[in-house]
């Protein structure tokens, strides 16, 4: 029951984002998207993330301010090769090792435009839910944690138009941030995000 309100919810962010386009202008973003982990998620996969995308929707309510919403997915993995562990009194297990961290946030968001002429810099701030499935393999058994966590991501960026088009380049840094859970750590990671997008 729990794990279905927070799917319900998360569902529910990304249109009230999506529902946010109240004036007729706004953006999109398209992304491919690298990611470095940070602290304690560092300490379990240290390898950057190469496989990740985001998409991105904003509705502009004032001429500088929008509100929109996203959904993002990146990758982790990173090998230990074959390793033997130590399991106390039992004996040891040996095996090769393998981590993966599968995240997936959904989240509303608002972004303030410093200039809209030959370039668009921007930062903003998105808040919602994120999930995160992680695995821990040694041979073919594995130890899994995943939950929904509450996150939040601030990010710097730029919008590059081409030309006199709707059309042009995003880059942007975020900083993510789920909050830890019951049973799941806290986890956070920086992503680096290039893509399409359009203005109108």
Excluded: C
Aim: glycine share 12%; charged share 10%; aromatic share 18%.
């Amino acid at each position: 029951m729990k794990k279905n309100k927070f799917i319900l919810t998360s569902v529910f962010v990304v249109l009230f984002g999506f529902s946010s386009f109240s004036q007729g202008g706004g953006v999109w973003n398209f992304d491919y998207s690298m990611g470095f982990t940070m602290g304690e998620t560092k300490d379990f996969i240290s390898a950057p993330s190469f496989r990740g995308l985001s998409i991105d929707g904003r509705g502009f309510v004032t001429n500088s301010l929008t509100v929109g919403s996203s959904i993002s997915w990146n990758t982790f993995y990173e090998s230990d090769g074959t390793v033997t562990n130590d399991i106390g009194n039992t004996g040891v297990i040996n095996g090769y090792n393998r981590k993966y961290i599968n995240t997936m946030p959904l989240m509303v968001n608002s972004h303030y435009y410093f200039a809209q002429t030959t370039i668009m810099p921007y930062a903003g701030i998105s808040v919602g839910t994120m999930y995160i499935d992680e695995r821990n393999y040694m041979g073919i058994y594995y130890i899994q944690n995943n939950a929904w966590h509450f996150a939040v991501a601030p990010e710097l960026g730029i919008i590059y138009p081409f030309g006199n088009g709707n059309t042009g380049i995003n880059a942007n840094i975020k900083y993510n941030w789920a909050a830890q859970t019951k049973d799941t750590p806290t986890y956070s990671y920086l992503t680096f995000n290039i893509g399409l997008s359009y203005v109108f």
